[in-house]
C-alpha cells in the first residue's frame, strides 16, 4: 500500500459506482462496489482490517473506479468485471450466476411471460436485468393485474378448455378457453412490453391516483398496498445502462481537453456487458 494509494482514496467522489484494486504488474486484486465510493474505499486504510484483507491491500498498487447512477447498476457493473478479470480477492461473483430477466415470448402466437436466467437469440423480447428479486416477484403479481398475460406452458396452451385460478384471480385473460381475441391479447402485450422498457407512465400515474383517492377516502391498508406496488414497479423498470439487451459489442469514447493535454476514456462493452475500461494521456506535439 502507497502513501499516493491512501491519498487517491481520499479524493474519490461520494456517489455509487465500482473500485478496483491492481498490483504492481497491473493484475486487478479486487473488484469491488459501494453506495459511496469515498466512504467504502477509506474503509480499507483503516486498522483491524482482516487478513485476507490485510493481504490484498499490502499488495495493492493502483486504485481505479467507474461512477455509476445508482447502486443496482454498480452491482450489475461489479459482477460484469469480476466475471472479465477474475480477480484472485474476489469470491463471491466468480460462478457464472446470472440476474433473473423477463422473457416475452413475442415469437410465439399468444406471447407467455415467464422468468429466466440470462438471455438468448431466439426471438423473444428479454427486460432486464433485475437484480432486487423481492420487487421483482411483487412487481409481476402488480402488473398481471394490470397487463394479464399467461405464463402456462404451450401444451396447456393447447389442450385445456376451462380457465385456470389464475384467470379467475384477474391474471390472465385465457386464451386456453377462447376467452380473449388474439389481436387483443397482443395489443396487451405490447403495452405491457411499453411499460417494462420504461414508458409506462400512464401506467404509474394511475397507480399514484388510486394509491392518493384509497388515502383520502381513510383506506389506509389500500393506500400501503398500492405504495408498496408502485414501488416495486419503479425498481423493476428503473433502467440499466451496465447491460444492453442488444447484446453488442461496442467501445465507448469519452474525452476531456485541457490546454495541450487530453484524457480518453474508452469503456469496453463486449456481448452488451460494460466489462473493462482503458485511459490514455495525449499531449499535443
Known amino acids: ?70 447502486e443496482v447498476e ?5 459482477s460484469n468485471l469480476v466475471k472479465q478479470h477474475r480477480p484472485d480477492f474476489n469470491i463471491r461473483l466468480r460462478d ?10 413475442l415469437d410465439e402466437p399468444w406471447p407467455a411471460v415467464a422468468v429466466v436466467r440470462g438471455m438468448q437469440r431466439d426471438g423473444a423480447r428479454y427486460f432486464g ?15 398481471r393485474r394490470i397487463f394479464p398475460f ?9 389442450t385445456a378448455r376451462r380457465p385456470c385460478l389464475h384467470h379467475d384471480l384477474g391474471r390472465c385473460p385465457a386464451p386456453c378457453a377462447g ?18 422498457d420504461g414508458r409506462g407512465d400512464h401506467v404509474l400515474r394511475r397507480l399514484r391516483e388510486r394509491m392518493e383517492l384509497a388515502a383520502d377516502s381513510l383506506e389506509f391498508e389500500r393506500a400501503a398496498e398500492l405504495r408498496d406496488q408502485l414501488r416495486a414497479l419503479e425498481q423493476v423498470v ?8 442488444t447484446q453488442e459489442d461496442l467501445d465507448a469514447l469519452g ?17 452488451g456487458k460494460l466489462v473493462g475500461r482503458e485511459n490514455f494521456l495525449l499531449t499535443a506535439a
Open 238 to 245: 428503473e433502467r440499466q445502462k451496465m447491460i444492453f439487451t
Open 150 to 158: 399467461r405464463t402456462c406452458g404451450d401444451h396447456r396452451l393447447a
Open 255 to 271: 474525452l476531456e481537453v485541457a490546454g495541450q493535454e487530453a484524457c480518453v476514456q474508452v469503456f469496453l462493452v463486449r456481448g
Open 1 to 70: 500500500m502507497t502513501a499516493d494509494l491512501r491519498e487517491q482514496a481520499g479524493s474519490l467522489p461520494d456517489g455509487p459506482g465500482v473500485y478496483l484494486f491492481r498490483d504492481a504488474q497491473g493484475r486487478p486484486l479486487y473488484v469491488g462496489k459501494a453506495a459511496s465510493l469515498r466512504d467504502r474505499v477509506r474503509s480499507y486504510f483503516q486498522k483491524g482490517l482482516g487478513p485476507r484483507t490485510a493481504l490484498m491491500m499490502s499488495r495493492a498498487v493502483v486504485l481505479e473506479f467507474i461512477t455509476t447512477d445508482s
Open 74 to 78: 454498480a452491482l450489475i457493473l461489479e
Open 96 to 105: 457464472d450466476k446470472h440476474f433473473p430477466y423477463l422473457r416475452v415470448a
Open 179 to 196: 376467452k380473449v381475441a388474439r389481436e387483443d391479447y397482443l395489443a396487451n402485450v405490447r403495452e405491457l412490453c411499453l411499460f417494462l
Open 129 to 143: 436485468p433485475y437484480t432486487r428479486a423481492q420487487a421483482l416477484t411483487a412487481t409481476l403479481k402488480a402488473i
